[in-house]
Nanobody, 127 residues
Framework: QVQLVESGGGLVQAGGSLRLSCAAS????????MAWFRQAPGKEREFVAT????????DYADSVKGRFTISRDNAKNTVYLQMSSLKPEDTAVYYC????????????????????WGQGTQVTVSS
């Protein structure tokens, strides 16, 4: 069983930056493809970014490309989401997720690809 714990959320002004962290338990973190999703009030959870375990390839939602960067430190069992140029529409609860299954790049954008989830961390961007 793997546990994921997010941290780093908070309140920030538009244009500001935050770095989210997701710490994973267990000794096989490097074998997981990791992702970030978010859910805004009244909306469905949506894909934000993913980093595959095999080659560290990354993929981003169009809404965050050029502003967010996903990275990982396998030695620390941690995945990060660096968020810059934040907008009020980025306000949401951010969740990290992990999977060992193999999928196409497009399938890694789907919630169903992941079976480990964190509890979420709130990010609020004020205008």
């Amino acid at each position: 069983q793997v546990q994921l714990v997010e941290s780093g959320g908070g309140l920030v002004q538009a244009g500001g930056s935050l770095r989210l962290s997701c710490a994973a338990s267990g000794r096989t973190f490097s074998s997981y493809t990791m992702a970030w999703f978010r859910q805004a009030p009244g909306k469905e959870r949506e894909f934000v970014a993913t980093m595959t375990r095999s080659d560290g390839g990354t993929d981003y939602a169009d809404s965050v490309k050029g502003r967010f960067t996903i990275s990982r430190d396998n030695a620390k069992n941690t995945v990060y989401l660096q968020m810059s140029s934040l907008k009020p529409e980025d306000t949401a609860v951010y969740y990290c997720a992990g999977t060992t299954r193999y999928y196409t790049q497009s399938d890694y954008q789907k919630q169903g690809a992941y079976y480990y989830w964190g509890q979420g961390t709130q990010v609020t961007v004020s205008s």
